[in-house]
């Protein structure tokens, strides 16, 4: 019993356009567990194809502002928009200046553009476990484009590469020595490089930096030529490019049959990590691990047994028919 | 046949402190699998109680001019120390400027002092998956001091806490808003925080602002109060306060006999971590797993079938006796 009439009737007022039940379902989702999972078998017949497209960078480049400006722009031209923002310091978030938060909450105002930060995994951010899932409910909710904000740190950068169609990175000018460490990962995945805030003196510079960089980039004949653009999203300057370049992007997913091809990889890749979490948690609560585990670490912790004849032993326990 | 006696005759001259072995062993590590585990099954019960100190904080904070002082002064004090860089801005790691670089190899000239950079997981640095492993490669070996450095990025620096007995987290004062957030993950994780280039106007500002937030930490009575030093690793000023914090911690933990419990959790930590790589690549190779896969994730592919339901599929063929 429980909570179980609940979702059912939170996921027929979701299929009735309802947004206070999408936002609920989303809670459910983020909490896992069996009613996540039903939810989610629930609505994956609903998904289709919305785009998906995730910004990344470092924090303080001013995605949130980018993020506003084409949000806007995308609204007007009639596009069905969720925003999800995975970043702690995202202005969606409630992590930035107080002004800031207050346009970008203005958004959530439109009913039609749904509004949604995540916790995130790490106390860094990056990126939540269930941003694949959030995207599929906002694309079973009607939505044909979904923007996701995550902060490019760590690892994050690559996972967003995982879930997105087009990743579009976004850096200042300003950055010093470890922002340029840190382009290193980002130059792989970007499809869209926007050097923000422009009207910095460096801008210029830091954009053919970039370009120069993408040069060294082997990408096979046909292939998607990185764009970088130059944008001052304060400014409101340079947004035409970049919405241009996006479309561009979308085009050429859509031309060489990727856009499919991304959608298979984002499945399958969210498969493989849920079987993953599963076996962590069926082995969590096996006695007989446990068991094991307890008598055996003792021996490890004197320095008698390697911990590695403990894995090995562990290992012979799990059989995979 | 194949390599195996090669590393039977490695870990003879490992025996012996030979450094040439020792850094042979370390890619055979790095290298991983059952040649990894032979070696860390031989020198396991050779590991004691080294102490392991972390260091991390964001690319360009000076971590590694700092460990550079603090190894030239732990050295003169006769201690056995191993520098393990996991940070691929790193001097150590060749990232950095060129006579920062120059100045890291001298260290490594002083065959007493070993000098190793590890390639990190995400492109971004973060932790290397067997920094526990050459940490316990260079105790058997008969270091006495691993200093351990990573960039503080992601969810990386809640590795380090996972791995180090100390944690000293270095910070700039001309960090921006992203660096604020930063801090946020770096306050639970740090024991000492050290305010590096102090000759900066802003730095005992901001020194006093991380002060504020360490009181906002709730320490339960004899716990341990994290310090909050002022180093310039440029100018040589501060170094004896930081060796001095580090000192303490070392005391405090013994006193406590904390010790041997960080121990217990690094060791307890690593073989959760094997195990479940070891179960990814079990499920990699069965037929079983990828037949179902392939038949499965066509019906996903189609929107027949939910990729939860592939997961629970997958979950029942995965015994545990």
Not at 203 to 223: F, M, Q, R, S, V
Request: proline share 3%; net charge negative.
């Amino acid at each position: 019993m429980g909570n179980k009439p609940d979702i059912d009737a939170l996921l027929e007022r979701f299929a009735e356009g309802n947004v206070t039940a999408a936002a609920r379902l989303i809670s459910v989702i983020e909490n896992g567990g069996e009613e996540a999972e039903r939810v989610l078998d629930r609505i994956f017949a609903q998904t289709s194809n919305a785009y998906r497209v995730g910004f990344t960078g470092p924090p303080g480049a001013g995605k949130s502002s980018l993020l506003y400006r084409l949000t806007r722009i995308f609204r007007e031209e009639g596009r069905r928009i969720a925003v999800i923002a995975v970043d702690p310091t995202s202005p969606f978030s409630g992590g930035a200046l107080l002004g800031d938060r207050i346009r970008m909450q203005s958004l959530s105002e439109d009913t039609e553009i749904f509004v949604r930060s995540l916790a995130s995994r790490g106390s860094l951010g990056g990126i939540s476990n269930c941003t694949d899932e959030v995207c599929d409910l906002m694309d079973a909710f009607g939505k044909d484009l979904i923007l996701v904000e995550t902060v490019g740190v760590g690892q994050s950068e690559l996972e967003i590469a995982e879930k997105a169609h087009t990743v579009v990175v976004v850096l200042v000018p300003e950055s010093g020595d470890g922002i340029q460490a840190m382009k290193a990962g980002l130059m792989e995945i970007g499809d869209i490089f926007v050097m923000n805030k422009c009207d910095h003196s460096d801008a210029e510079l830091a954009a053919l930096e970039i370009e120069d960089t993408l040069k060294l980039k082997n990408i096979p004949a046909g292939g998607w030529k990185p764009r970088v653009v130059l944008t001052s999203a304060r400014e409101e300057t340079g947004i035409d490019d970049l919405l241009r370049a996006i479309g561009e992007h979308h085009t050429y997913l859509q031309d060489k049959g990727l856009f499919r091809k991304k959608r298979k990889q984002i499945l399958f890749s969210r498969v493989r990590r849920a079987v993953m979490d599963k076996l962590e948690q069926k082995l969590r609560n096996s006695e007989t691990v446990r068991d094991l585990i307890d008598r055996r670490m003792k021996e490890v912790y004197d320095g008698k047994l390697s911990p590695y004849q403990v894995v090995r032993e562990l290992e012979r326990i799990v059989k995979i028919d």
